[in-house]
């Protein structure tokens, strides 16, 4: 087991049943060079950041990826439409069923985040209090702006544990959940870091706002590698 490295979350005005820690994803701690998006320590990458074709209608290769007319290497899956998940109606039920089903359908959400690189529909759902909910949105703008994307990162739920209310603050839920990380390939805009199957156990806290579910904290509690 190895301890993800999150960005530590605020407690603010609720006490948290375990200290939330906030991380750069897949689901991870922050690090500025290199950017990486995934659920373990970054790996040592490859520099392409010199590999520019030479003329715009040239079809240059850098380590088996196709490099475009700005010099930056092009998502092989850059075709592939993804569809943005939608919540089903039991995520929008005022209970424990609704908290899990939340947990699980915000899992889906950074899962199309970091395919697409829009960041619109995480930033919605996550509440302000969420550290590690606004460092993934944050740092995948950032990755978009750089040139750079994730190919792959599909995350399966595995298992999920019931939502456990936390005491004295009524509508905030803890959910536990076991994921599995498949294989994928994150490039910064400046070097390609390959990332191997990891499975890891993540915590949620979900609370309702009105009427309708935010994301308060999200942490990796360790992975298997």
């Known amino acids: 087991m190895t301890h993800m490295n999150w960005l530590n979350s605020s407690k603010k005005t609720l006490t948290l049943a375990t200290a939330l820690l906030t991380a750069s994803l897949s689901l991870t701690a922050c690090t500025s060079e290199p950017e990486v998006m995934s659920m373990s320590e970054a790996y040592p990458g490859w520099d392409f950041s010199q590999s520019t074709p030479t ?18 290497l092009i998502n092989p899956d850059a075709d592939k439409t993804y569809e943005a998940p939608t919540p089903s109606d039991l995520a929008q039920a005022p209970d424990k069923n609704g ?3 939340f947990a699980q359908y915000f899992i889906h959400v950074v899962e199309y985040t970091w395919q697409t690189g829009n960041t619109e529909l995480l930033r919605s759902i996550s509440g302000p209090e969420c550290a590690w909910c606004a460092h993934i949105a944050d740092t995948t703008d950032a ?8 190919q792959g990162a599909r995350i399966a739920i595995i298992r999920t544990e019931d939502a456990m209310p936390i005491p004295d603050h009524p509508g905030y839920w803890n959910i536990f959940m076991d994921l599995s990380q498949d294989p994928h390939t994150h490039y910064t805009g400046k070097e390609i870091v390959e ?31």
């Open 99 to 101: 908290a899990k089903a």
């Open 195 to 225: 990332k191997d199957l990891l499975d890891t156990r993540f915590q949620v806290q979900v609370f309702l706002d009105g009427d309708t579910w935010k994301v308060y904290a999200a942490q990796a509690l360790g992975s298997e590698e």
């Open 143 to 150: 990755r978009t702006q750089a040139g750079g994307w994730i």
């Open 55 to 72: 003329r715009k209608t040239d079809t240059a290769m850098s380590a088996g990826f196709e490099v475009g007319a700005d010099g930056k």
